[in-house]
């Protein structure tokens, strides 16, 4: 028997059509996705669903939420895995919320495309039929949330978009894939050591928790602007390892010690933050003392929508730094 792989479509370039001027924008539905690919009726039984039909700039927390349902119903209902087709810009935050919340054996793939159809050379139908592959498989239980884009299959809590046009763009920074899929079979070479359980699904309303660079010559000034507008947390894209001005160290313990959790991440986008290397004022050792929360591997997107998450259902500060800590190894 194939297995049965349910397609979730969200829309994306992967779903646009172009207009008159030659522009595109997302007009087609999961059905005509499927349908431009006949080779998946040789791998899969597909049972195809239009969630949304949006450019991934638009994309909402219900609209991911959705996708949430769309995907556990799907299994519940027979469903050997689930692939999402998703615009690329916010691909990888999507994945990675998805990945928080996923509860089941069973893979849960996002897939999209760098050239639309009505490009020579369009990914999107090769894209779909490696993520319906992987979906498919047996090596893919158990991995949490995949991206399969370019043949290449990567962990959710890795994959990061690192080009602005090229189909290889989706890599996971410092580490690499897990898999690739040649001849319609999914070759998958390494598994996590680490699993996490998955956290309570928020609610559908925004995220209100603001990310900012600290460039050179910055004097803090943004960061307590956003202050004023009292987020429950802040994310920091510290540079190198985790380090600031001092201005903006003074500006950020001043939101620790109002309350305000603030989280710093690397901006360099690959690479952990450090916590005992460097002493001097606004390094890593003094940003902890000041009471930031350092994230480890992980990007500041990724870290926005964990602490969300956590807050959603309560979490202290304590839970935040335990949770950053095992998640950002």
């Not at 005992?276 to 930031?292: F, H, N, T, V």
Request: aromatic fraction near 4%; proline fraction near 7%.
């Amino acid at each position: 028997m194939k297995p049965i792989i349910a397609v979730g479509a969200l829309g994306g370039t992967i779903a646009m059509s172009a207009e008159g001027t030659g522009a595109v924008r997302p007009e087609l539905s999961a059905d005509d996705l499927v349908g431009a690919v006949p080779a998946l009726a040789d791998v899969a039984q597909i049972r195809a669903e239009t969630i949304s039909n949006v450019a991934s700039p638009a994309i909402l927390p219900r609209n991911v939420l959705d996708a949430l349902d769309f995907a556990t119903r799907s299994i519940d209902e027979g469903a050997t895995g689930v692939v999402l087709t998703h615009g690329t810009d916010t691909l990888e935050e999507t994945a990675y919320l998805l990945d928080l919340l996923w509860d089941r054996e069973e893979p849960l793939v996002v897939t999209g495309a760098m050239r639309s159809p009505n490009l020579p050379g369009a990914d999107g139908p090769a894209n779909l039929l490696a993520a319906v592959v992987t979906a498919g498989s047996e090596d893919a239980r158990g991995m949490g949330v995949l991206v399969v884009l370019d043949d290449t299959v990567h962990l959710a809590r890795l994959a990061a978009k690192t080009h602005a046009t090229a189909v290889w763009t989706f890599q996971s920074p410092g580490w690499g894939p897990v898999g690739r899929v040649a001849e319609r079979r999914l070759r998958m070479a390494l598994r996590p050591m680490r699993m996490f359980d998955p956290l309570p699904a928020p609610g559908d309303g925004p995220i209100r928790i603001p990310i900012v660079e600290t460039p050179f010559g910055d004097e803090g000034d943004w960061v307590r602007a956003i202050a004023s507008l009292e987020p429950p947390a802040l994310v920091v894209q510290a540079s190198g390892v985790g380090h600031m001005s001092e201005p903006v160290s003074d500006a950020c313990e001043e939101l620790v010690r109002s309350g305000i959790p603030v989280i710093m991440a690397s901006r360099t986008g690959s690479g952990t933050t450090l916590e005992k290397s460097y002493g001097y004022p606004g390094s890593e050792q003094d940003l902890i003392a000041r009471g930031l929360i350092p994230t480890g591997f992980l990007t500041a997107r990724k870290t926005r929508l964990l602490v969300h998450v956590l807050l959603e259902f309560g979490a202290d500060e304590a839970t935040i730094r335990r949770e950053i800590a095992a998640r950002g190894f």
